[in-house]
C-alpha cells in the first residue's frame, strides 16, 4: 500500500539547519510530485515546497526561499527537504504529501504521518 513516512524533525537553536526526509513506498517517484507542508499551532496547513516527476522544485510560500530546498533521490524513493537558517517561525509539524503536479493545488492524496521541527534557544 501507499505510505509515506517522514523523519529528521528535532529541536534546533536559530540559524540552525535540518534534513527532512520522506520515504516514499507502494509507488514511485518517477510518476508522483511530492510536496512538503506545515501547520504550525493553532494555524492553518501551508505548503512549503514540492518536487516534480521531472524533479523541478517550486515554493508555495516566499517565506523560506533562500533557506530551505528540496531534492530527491529516485532510487532511495525519497525525497529530502534541507532547511537552513532556521527561523522560530518555521516551528511546526512537518508533512510531506503525494501529489498529481508539483504547483499550488497539487492535488494530493496521500499523507505522511508528520515529524516535529522546533527552532527555539
Known amino acids: 500500500q501507499v505510505q509515506l513516512v517522514e523523519s529528521g524533525g528535532g529541536l534546533v537553536q536559530p540559524g540552525g539547519s535540518l534534513r527532512l526526509s520522506c520515504a516514499a513506498s507502494g509507488f514511485t517517484l518517477d510518476y508522483y510530485s511530492i510536496g512538503w507542508f506545515r501547520q504550525a499551532p493553532g494555524k492553518e496547513r501551508e505548503g512549503v515546497l514540492c518536487?516534480?516527476?521531472?524533479?523541478?522544485?517550486?515554493y508555495l510560500i516566499d517565506s523560506v526561499k533562500g533557506r530551505f530546498s528540496i531534492s530527491k533521490d529516485n532510487a532511495k524513493n525519497t525525497v529530502y527537504l534541507q532547511m537552513n537558517s532556521l527561523k522560530p517561525e518555521d516551528t511546526a509539524i512537518y508533512y510531506c504529501?503525494?501529489?498529481?503536479?508539483?504547483?499550488?493545488?497539487?492535488?494530493?492524496?496521500?499523507w505522511g504521518q508528520g515529524t516535529q521541527v522546533t527552532v527555539s534557544s
Open positions: 504529501a503525494r501529489g498529481r503536479v508539483c504547483a499550488q493545488g497539487m492535488g494530493t492524496d496521500y
Open positions: 518536487i516534480s516527476i521531472s524533479g523541478r522544485s517550486s
